[in-house]
């Protein structure tokens, strides 16, 4: 099984550009998760997702973020315009069902300039 | 406001020298209490779920116990590769359905040979 499968693993761009990262959960997995993790701040979970419908997006950080999934087996979250405070790991997570026993893939680390 | 806390925020053990670490929690009803391992550079990766007091599972040399407050992960004559970042996280129930995933800041441990 291949896992959660984020790109790009890593990204570096300046401030004011458009980021989009990218999300393939494990086949079979109903529930979606985009997470963001700082030394100061933690993992917060930023989006959920159950069966390609949003279900909880009251940790996007602003208007600037946004998410979406089209299908069962792809997601995407962007951020226009990118902020320095917006550098971060951002992981993305897939479950079979709920937010039990979520299974994370190897993040995407963020760089703002 | 639901709460994790865990401690201390980092542990260095000898190879063998078992001890615990601890995840306390204020969550205005607990659904379940869930602990993940993070190596540098990758995803969290899941170890256990808890759901009531007095509940205990067992890994190999991992064993966590919860409370009413508290969640302990006890490592027993751990080895080296046992190092990494071990995360709490609690699922709270909301008005009856179940919360999203609330995550402590992590214990970081370094077992030496």
């Known amino acids: 099984d291949a896992g959660v499968i984020q790109s790009p693993r890593h990204e570096v761009t300046e401030m004011g550009q458009e980021v989009t990262l990218r999300c393939k959960p494990i086949s079979g997995h109903n529930s979606l998760f985009w997470y963001r993790q700082t030394m100061m701040r933690g993992l917060e979970l930023l989006i959920y997702?159950?069966?390609?419908?949003?279900?909880?997006d009251s940790g996007m950080p602003e208007d600037r973020f946004s998410a979406k999934m089209p299908n069962a087996s792809f997601s995407t979250l962007k951020i226009q315009p990118s902020e320095p405070r917006d550098s971060a790991v951002y992981f993305c997570?897939?479950?079979?069902?709920?937010?039990?026993?979520?299974?994370f893939g190897p993040g995407t680390r963020l760089t703002v300039l | 406001e639901d709460q994790v806390t865990q401690s201390p925020e980092a542990l260095r053990l000898q190879e063998g020298e078992s001890s615990s670490l601890n995840c306390s929690y204020t969550v205005s009803g607990l659904r379940g209490l869930f602990w993940y391992r993070q190596d540098p550079g990758k995803g969290p990766e899941f170890l256990f779920t808890l759901y009531s007091a007095g509940e205990e599972k067992e890994k190999e040399r991992l064993k966590a116990t919860l409370t009413k407050k508290e969640s302990f992960l006890h490592i027993t004559a751990p080895k080296p590769e046992d190092s990494a970042t071990y995360l709490c996280?609690?699922?709270?129930?909301?008005?009856?359905?179940?919360?999203?995933?609330?995550f402590g800041k992590g214990t970081k441990l370094s077992v030496k040979p």
């Open positions: 997702f159950n069966n390609n419908v949003p279900i909880d």
């Open positions: 996280a609690v699922q709270a129930l909301v008005g009856g359905s179940q919360g999203n995933l609330i």
């Open positions: 997570a897939s479950s079979p069902g709920g937010v039990d026993t979520q299974y």
